[in-house]
C-alpha cells in the first residue's frame, strides 16, 4: 500500500523557515518523481515544487511564488522528500500536501501538514 | 501559467441523479506529444484529494465506471452517472501539460 505522511508544520511568524518532511512508502521511492501541493484557507490548489529522479539528475522546478525561497529535495536511503522554506509570508499559509506522480497528474497523495504564517 | 476555469462552483443532485462539470482551459492541453494531460481529482470532507481519471478519460486505478471524461483542447467535461453518498466533495480539474501544473477552483457537489 502506498503511503505519504508528511510532517513538521506549525506556526511560524514571518521572515522565519520550516522544513516538512514527507516519509514514502509502498512504492520505489527512488525512481518516483515526487512534487509539493498546496491547498489555501479558501480552498484553492497550487502546485509548488518538484523533484525527479536520480536518473533526471534531481532536476528541480518551483512555483514563481516560492522561487528562491523554497527548496526540495530528498534522501533516496530514507524514501523521503523535504521542503525547506525560507523566508516564509502571510500568504504561505496552507495545507501541504506531498504527492507522487508524474509532471502530467498527481496520483497519490498524503494527508497534509499544516502551515500557519502568522505574527 | 495556464489558467483552468471550472463550472459550475457548487451543484446540487438527487442520490441516483447525473451531473456534468466543465473545466476550460486559456490554452490548449494538448501537449506537442499529442497526448492531453487533463486530470480529475475529488477532494472528500476532511480528506486529500484523490485522482479520479487523467488524460482526459483514464480512469485511475479503482474508480467507479460512473466516472467519465470527455474533451478535447481547452473544453473538457466530468460526468457523473448515478450519483452515490460517497461521490459527495469538491472536484478540481488539473492540468499537466505545461509548467507550472495548475488546478481549476474546484466544483462543490452536494445532496439536493
Known amino acids: 500500500e502506498v503511503q505519504l505522511v508528511e510532517t513538521g508544520g506549525g506556526l511560524v511568524q514571518p521572515g522565519k523557515s520550516l522544513k516538512l518532511t514527507c516519509a514514502t512508502s509502498?512504492?520505489?521511492?527512488?525512481?518516483?518523481?515526487m512534487h509539493w501541493v498546496r491547498q489555501s484557507p479558501e480552498k484553492q490548489l497550487e502546485w509548488v515544487a518538484q523533484?525527479?529522479?536520480?536518473?533526471?539528475?534531481?532536476?528541480?522546478y518551483y512555483a514563481e511564488s516560492v522561487k528562491g525561497r523554497f527548496t526540495i529535495s530528498r534522501d533516496d536511503s530514507k524514501s523521503s522528500v523535504y521542503l525547506q522554506m525560507n523566508s516564509l509570508k502571510e500568504e504561505d499559509t496552507a495545507i501541504y500536501y506531498c504527492?507522487?506522480?508524474?509532471?502530467?497528474?498527481?496520483?497519490?497523495w498524503g494527508q497534509g501538514t499544516l502551515v500557519t504564517v502568522s505574527s | 501559467d495556464v489558467v483552468m476555469t471550472q463550472t459550475p462552483v457548487s451543484l446540487s443532485v438527487s442520490l441516483g441523479g447525473q451531473v456534468s462539470i466543465s473545466c476550460r482551459s486559456s490554452?490548449?492541453?494538448?501537449?506537442?506529444?499529442?497526448?492531453?494531460?487533463l486530470s480529475w481529482y475529488l477532494q472528500k470532507p476532511g480528506q486529500s484529494p484523490q485522482l479520479l481519471i487523467y488524460?482526459?478519460?483514464n480512469r485511475f486505478s479503482g474508480i467507479s465506471d460512473r466516472f467519465s471524461g470527455s474533451g478535447s483542447g481547452t473544453d473538457l467535461t466530468l460526468k457523473i452517472s448515478r450519483v452515490e453518498p460517497d461521490d459527495l466533495g469538491v472536484y478540481y480539474c488539473?492540468?499537466?501539460?505545461?509548467?507550472?501544473?495548475?488546478f481549476g477552483g474546484g466544483t462543490k457537489l452536494e445532496l439536493k
Open positions: 509502498g512504492f520505489t521511492f527512488s525512481n518516483a518523481w
Open positions: 523533484i525527479k529522479a536520480k536518473s533526471n539528475n534531481y532536476a528541480t
Open positions: 488539473g492540468q499537466g501539460t505545461q509548467y507550472p501544473p495548475t
Open positions: 490554452q490548449s492541453l494538448v501537449h506537442n506529444n499529442g497526448n492531453t494531460y
Open positions: 488524460k482526459v478519460s
Open positions: 504527492t507522487w506522480g508524474g509532471s502530467d497528474s498527481f496520483a497519490y
